[in-house]
């Protein structure tokens, strides 16, 4: 009984793999499994009726994301999908650079309060999130209406004598993008920018540097990494976004969202959906591959300078 | 002499407040006047919070005072921003930008003044070499050891060739070994660069080894400004007294012409220092350094020693005077076999004893 026995167990702080294991089960499940039948299903024919798919291999969904056949069989070239997918990458950049000039700002000011206030100021930010999506955005058609507050103080002001229109144009879709979004880039901008040590600028300062400078070679490096995730925060959920476009965008100005969720429903064409589908995973594999690259490469070149050539 | 030449540095009645949280006010600076020679090596010496950094920060134009003026070579600076200041800073911190190499560090400063590219390289290098770290001008701040770290510090703040280089807390981050050897170097690159040196610590002895001359910071006020050796020999107040080396603080009053220490009884007029000021019938303090004292044995002494301790070849006694204590350091060989309980009697060294302000 003298002898000292062996403490069996994982040391403290190491973690027990089985503990991860309804989350692996999770991400099986619910994320991986759709991918996979995704990509099956866009491999299939069209069903009858529409409304699911024929177990029969073809390539036609690929074929038809950039071919239309003529009533007389004829193949030609079709830029219909090729420019809604064009449409949504721009629509999602432009958003993410908006979400990026406003958030920077606010980022650094909320990062600059005391303690106290940083708490609160957070806590602001993610308000939006307390109720849901579409009710917000239904908001949006009410603010942005032609008979909307904003045209009724425009006109009361006497700038415009007639409402301008706004819903329904791409400029809306963007607004309507941009206020989903901008919490996802102000936040992680946020937690780079809380980390930084002011005292750096003040060397910075201290060394002859003026105000602009030290932002522009000593913050914004430091606050790079937020910079990268907020811009893969906001891009990517941005690409696939489904109300803005409908709602405020009222469909003309369609991103691939709108067109995948018309394919499984009034279109019943389930494997061109898919194929729509796995095009978008293609699209933000590719972004994601840029965006890694470019941060890498600004990484290695280190000093300052790197942000104007980062976006 | 540097005292003689024209002052670098000019601080006239310079005060600042800061609000504390509680809703009151800090007089981190009080009517702070001090004049700093050309070339010369200037520390500020206090405990902390004694208002030392904030002075450093107000001259550097991190801060800005509440009243007064700052002159660098008679032109008042004290309203031109920081970035156009002749006068840079080695922080406590270091502050050295992390995403730039050491080369990058440096060159920064140069940039800012808009040099040509060859002069910024060649003035990059030559700091490198001042500082002896010409090898590690690829290698990032965190690649570094505090001690090197330092040295970047000093090279990055040096290279823009300010009229003043201000030092703040430069070496405490350090450790004793390398903040010995620091010393040394900070001392030998202000004598290779003329450049004006403003250090602020709280470490007495980096004060004495390194200033030509010492200003000694108590609560927001300059008490005492003088040659590191001056101050030493010649307290003006019990808190420099105290605060520089080691100092017994005795309660003296003054009846009918003769001083009498609290606990000791009457001095005579021998033990005080020539240069001293007059005693009047008020109460005054002097202080006396542990060195002049000396403890003797003494079976029918009127005191008791408290602790002996014996350190190399000396003696560091505790000696009971009732109220307070009494220290002294003295020659082993003046009293071997002396030890805790012992009767004794005390004496001072003629003129040993310095009437000091409360």
Same mark, same amino acid.
């Given at each position: 009984?003298?002898?000292?026995?062996?403490?069996?167990?994982? &040391?403290?702080?190491?973690?027990? !793999?089985?503990?991860?294991?309804?989350?692996?089960?999770?991400?099986?499940?619910?994320?991986?499994?759709?991918?996979? #039948?995704?990509?099956?299903?866009?491999?299939?024919?069209?069903? &009858?009726?529409?409304?699911?798919?024929?177990?029969?291999?073809?390539?036609?969904?690929?074929?038809?994301?950039?071919?239309?056949?003529?009533?007389?069989?004829?193949?030609?070239?079709?830029?219909?999908?090729?420019?809604?997918?064009?449409?949504?990458?721009?629509?999602?950049? +432009?958003?993410?650079?908006?979400?990026?000039?406003?958030?920077?700002?606010?980022?650094? !000011?909320?990062?600059?309060?005391?303690?106290? !206030?940083?708490?609160?100021?957070?806590?602001? #930010?993610?308000?939006?999130?307390?109720?849901?999506?579409?009710?917000?955005?239904?908001?949006?058609?009410?603010?942005?209406?032609?008979?909307?507050?904003?045209?009724?103080?425009?006109?009361?002001?006497?700038?415009?004598?007639?409402?301008?229109?706004?819903?329904?144009?791409?400029?809306?879709?963007?607004?309507?993008?941009?206020?989903?979004?901008?919490?996802?880039?102000?936040?992680? +901008?946020?937690?780079?920018?809380?980390?930084?040590?002011?005292?750096?600028?003040?060397?910075?300062?201290?060394?002859?540097?003026? &105000?602009?400078?030290?932002?522009?070679?000593?913050?914004?490096?430091?606050?790079?990494?937020?910079?990268?995730?907020?811009?893969?925060?906001?891009?990517?959920?941005?690409?696939?976004?489904?109300?803005?476009?409908?709602?405020?965008?009222?469909?003309?100005?369609?991103?691939?969202?709108?067109?995948?969720?018309?394919?499984?429903?009034?279109?019943?064409? !389930?494997?061109?959906?898919?194929?729509?589908?796995?095009?978008?995973?293609?699209?933000?594999?590719?972004?994601? #591959? #840029?965006?890694?690259?470019?941060?890498?490469?600004?990484?290695?070149?280190?000093?300052?300078?790197?942000?104007?050539?980062?976006? | 002499?540097?005292?003689?030449?024209?002052?670098?540095? *000019?601080?006239?009645?310079?005060?600042?407040?800061?609000?504390?949280?509680?809703?009151?006010?800090?007089?981190?600076?009080?009517?702070?006047?001090?004049?700093?020679?050309?070339?010369?090596?200037?520390?500020?010496?206090?405990?902390?919070?004694?208002?030392?950094? /904030?002075?450093?920060?107000?001259?550097?134009?991190?801060?800005?005072?509440?009243?007064?003026?700052?002159?660098?070579?008679?032109?008042?600076?004290?309203?031109?921003?920081?970035?156009?200041?002749?006068?840079?800073?080695?922080?406590?911190?270091?502050?050295?930008?992390? *995403?730039?190499?050491?080369?990058?560090?440096?060159?920064?400063?140069? =940039?800012?003044?808009?040099?040509?590219?060859?002069?910024? /390289?060649?003035?990059?290098?030559?700091?490198?070499?001042?500082?002896?770290?010409?090898?590690?001008?690829?290698?990032?701040?965190?690649?570094?050891?505090?001690?090197?770290?330092?040295?970047?510090?000093?090279?990055?703040?040096?290279?823009?060739?300010?009229?003043?280089?201000?030092?703040?807390?430069?070496?405490?981050?350090?450790?004793?070994?390398?903040?010995?050897?620091?010393?040394?170097?900070?001392?030998?690159?202000?004598?290779? /660069? *003329?450049?004006?040196?403003?250090?602020?610590?709280?470490? =007495?002895?980096?004060?004495?080894?390194?200033?030509?001359?010492? $200003?000694?910071?108590?609560?927001?006020?300059?008490?005492?400004?003088?040659?590191?050796?001056?101050?030493?020999?010649?307290?003006?107040?019990?808190?420099?007294?105290?605060?520089?080396?080691?100092?017994?603080?005795?309660?003296?009053?003054?009846?009918?012409?003769?001083?009498?220490?609290?606990?000791?009884?009457?001095?005579?007029?021998?033990?005080?220092?020539?240069?001293?000021?007059?005693?009047?019938?008020? =109460?005054?303090?002097?202080?006396?350094?542990?060195?002049?004292?000396?403890?003797?044995?003494?079976?029918?002494?009127?005191?008791?020693?408290?602790? $002996?301790?014996?350190?190399?070849?000396?003696?560091?006694?505790?000696?009971?005077?009732?109220?307070?204590?009494?220290?002294?350091?003295?020659?082993?060989?003046?009293? $071997?076999?002396?030890?805790?309980?012992?009767?004794?009697?005390?004496?001072?060294?003629?003129?040993?004893?310095?009437?000091?302000?409360?």
């Amino acid at each position: 009984m003298a002898q000292s026995t062996r403490v069996r167990g994982a &040391k403290p702080g190491q973690g027990s !793999w089985w503990a991860g294991l309804p989350g692996i089960a999770y991400l099986v499940l619910l994320v991986l499994a759709p991918l996979v #039948v995704i990509l099956i299903y866009s491999f299939l024919s069209r069903a &009858k009726l529409g409304v699911g798919v024929k177990w029969e291999f073809t390539l036609q969904p690929y074929v038809d994301l950039f071919y239309s056949e003529s009533l007389s069989g004829a193949r030609s070239f079709d830029p219909t999908y090729v420019q809604i997918f064009l449409n949504s990458v721009i629509y999602s950049l +432009i958003t993410a650079v908006v979400c990026l000039i406003m958030a920077i700002p606010i980022a650094l !000011w909320i990062a600059t309060r005391s303690p106290r !206030w940083r708490m609160l100021l957070v806590f602001l #930010v993610t308000i939006p999130f307390w109720t849901s999506l579409l009710i917000r955005t239904y908001a949006f058609v009410i603010i942005l209406n032609d008979n909307g507050p904003i045209n009724e103080a425009l006109q009361g002001l006497g700038i415009v004598s007639a409402p301008i229109s706004m819903l329904y144009t791409p400029f809306a879709t963007i607004v309507g993008l941009v206020y989903s979004f901008l919490p996802f880039m102000i936040l992680p +901008i946020y937690a780079s920018a809380e980390r930084f040590d002011f005292r750096l600028a003040e060397a910075a300062y201290d060394l002859g540097a003026t &105000k602009l400078t030290v932002l522009r070679r000593i913050v914004l490096p430091a606050v790079r990494p937020g910079i990268i995730a907020g811009f893969i925060l906001v891009f990517i959920p941005a690409l696939g976004s489904f109300l803005a476009p409908e709602l405020l965008g009222g469909g003309k100005t369609s991103m691939i969202a709108n067109v995948i969720a018309a394919q499984f429903g009034a279109s019943r064409n !389930w494997p061109f959906g898919a194929a729509l589908s796995v095009m978008v995973l293609v699209i933000v594999m590719l972004a994601l #591959v #840029v965006f890694v690259a470019v941060a890498r490469r600004t990484a290695r070149r280190g000093s300052g300078q790197s942000m104007e050539s980062l976006l | 002499m540097p005292q003689e030449a024209a002052p670098a540095l *000019h601080v006239r009645g310079v005060s600042k407040s800061f609000p504390t949280p509680e809703g009151g006010e800090v007089h981190a600076l009080d009517n702070v006047s001090l004049s700093v020679a050309d070339g010369s090596f200037m520390v500020l010496l206090g405990p902390s919070g004694c208002g030392k950094t /904030t002075l450093l920060r107000c001259i550097a134009g991190l801060e800005s005072p509440d009243a007064g003026e700052i002159l660098l070579r008679g032109e008042r600076i004290d309203g031109i921003p920081v970035w156009k200041r002749r006068v840079n800073t080695v922080f406590q911190s270091y502050a050295l930008f992390p *995403h730039m190499t050491v080369a990058q560090n440096i060159a920064f400063g140069l =940039q800012m003044d808009k040099l040509p590219k060859e002069e910024v /390289t060649h003035k990059v290098q030559a700091a490198l070499s001042l500082v002896r770290l010409s090898d590690l001008g690829a290698r990032r701040p965190n690649q570094l050891s505090g001690g090197q770290q330092q040295r970047v510090a000093l090279a990055r703040a040096l290279a823009k060739q300010p009229e003043v280089l201000l030092l703040d807390e430069p070496l405490s981050a350090l450790d004793l070994k390398l903040r010995r050897g620091m010393q040394l170097e900070l001392k030998r690159l202000q004598q290779e /660069t *003329h450049i004006t040196f403003i250090l602020v610590t709280h470490d =007495q002895d980096e004060a004495m080894s390194m200033g030509d001359e010492v $200003a000694v910071f108590d609560s927001g006020r300059i008490v005492q400004v003088g040659p590191p050796r001056e101050v030493y020999l010649r307290p003006r107040t019990r808190f420099v007294a105290d605060f520089i080396g080691e100092a017994n603080i005795l309660d003296i009053s003054v009846a009918a012409g003769t001083a009498s220490a609290a606990g000791i009884g009457p001095i005579p007029m021998d033990m005080w220092s020539g240069d001293a000021p007059p005693l009047t019938d008020a =109460q005054h303090f002097a202080a006396v350094r542990p060195e002049d004292v000396t403890v003797s044995p003494d079976a029918s002494g009127r005191f008791t020693v408290l602790d $002996a301790t014996f350190i190399g070849g000396d003696l560091h006694a505790v000696v009971d005077l009732g109220t307070h204590t009494l220290t002294s350091r003295q020659p082993a060989a003046d009293a $071997a076999g002396m030890c805790s309980g012992d009767r004794c009697e005390v004496s001072f060294r003629p003129g040993s004893l310095r009437v000091v302000e409360a």
